[in-house]
């Protein structure tokens, strides 16, 4: 069955996404069109260029993560020289290494820009901060002036999963100069769904959602007792409003949600037992979900020429 698929941000806990795959490929499940957030941006291009989820569990597991905490070296103490990368790069970390690893995967698979892949296949969304606006990519790199056929698929991505104050924002120019700064997609859309919907709900395929959180209806509410809590509930709003907006009960339908909990979207220090049990427990959520998804799914009637 021809799907098109969208995974959501998340950090480190999209390695439980390869799970989900893997219970999606083997019920003879592939994908048309990708969309996806942040880490979700990372999963999407990896499926796009041709990865099983067999070969992303090899390279989840030979990769060393701490590597994409690559800081920039100073002679300053660390503490202090924390707060100063975060003032003036705002960000702790370069994201460098990551861009790297991603050009590398896609390299292998003879990929670099998006003139490699076919046309409309992948959906990256990235948030404009200094313009307030999502930015889906790539179909709005030619408002900064950029050629999509030229444009890495591997700088989208850095893009997408530029997580606010840990890794450096990037910066574009449009074409008349101004200078917009661009951070994880998660800021305004963390799961875009909302890409391949339509109106009328008419479609050649089905739509299949990867969700890193519990179901729309389970979402609880955000306790708030200090300042910190208060952040951390801002920041989690502006994440879910925009699509909660769009994604109804009924979308709800088509949505695998995997509720990972207790690990930190920016825990690169996992040990390998741990990377296993996201995985299972992706496999575990994907698998329940598609048994009974597949069967409502073989009287679907493609609409032609609607998607």
């Not at 021809?2 to 996404?17: N, P």
């Not at 409309?120 to 056929?149: F, H, N």
Request: net charge positive; hydrophobic share 45%.
């Amino acid at each position: 069955m021809k799907v098109d698929g969208v995974f959501s941000g998340g950090g480190i806990k999209a390695i439980a996404l390869i799970g989900a795959i893997q219970a999606a490929e083997e019920r003879g499940i592939s994908f048309h069109r990708i969309a996806g957030t942040s880490a979700g941006a990372l999963v999407a291009c990896l499926l796009n260029a041709g990865y099983s989820s067999s070969e992303m569990k090899t390279l989840i597991h030979t990769a060393d993560l701490k590597q994409f905490m690559d800081e920039k070296k100073s002679l300053v103490p660390v503490p202090f020289m924390n707060w100063l990368k975060v003032y003036w790069k705002l960000g702790l970390y370069k994201g460098d290494a990551l861009e790297k690893w991603v050009k590398e995967l896609l390299k292998a698979k003879g990929i670099e820009t998006f003139a490699d892949i076919p046309e409309g296949s992948l959906k990256i969304v990235a948030s404009d901060i200094t313009r307030g606006r999502l930015v889906v990519l790539p179909d709005d790199l030619q408002e900064y002036g950029l050629l999509k056929e030229k444009f890495p698929i591997a700088r989208a991505v850095r893009m997408s999963c530029s997580i606010p104050y840990f890794f450096y924002p990037i910066k574009l120019y449009n074409r008349i100069g101004q200078k917009s700064y661009i951070v994880d997609g998660g800021v305004l859309s963390n799961f875009p769904m909302w890409l391949f919907q339509r109106k009328d709900r008419t479609s050649e395929r089905p739509v299949l959602g990867f969700q890193l959180s519990s179901s729309y209806g389970k979402v609880q509410a955000h306790q708030v007792n200090n300042a910190f809590n208060l952040f951390k509930a801002l920041f989690q709003t502006m994440m879910e409003a925009h699509d909660n907006r769009h994604i109804s009960n009924y979308d709800a339908r088509d949505i695998i949600f995997i509720p990972v909990k207790e690990i930190s979207v920016v825990d690169f220090d996992l040990t390998e037992e741990t990377k296993n049990a996201l995985m299972d427990f992706g496999y575990l959520q994907g698998a329940a979900f598609l048994n009974r998804w597949i069967a409502g799914k073989k009287i679907w009637t493609p609409q032609k020429n609607r998607a």
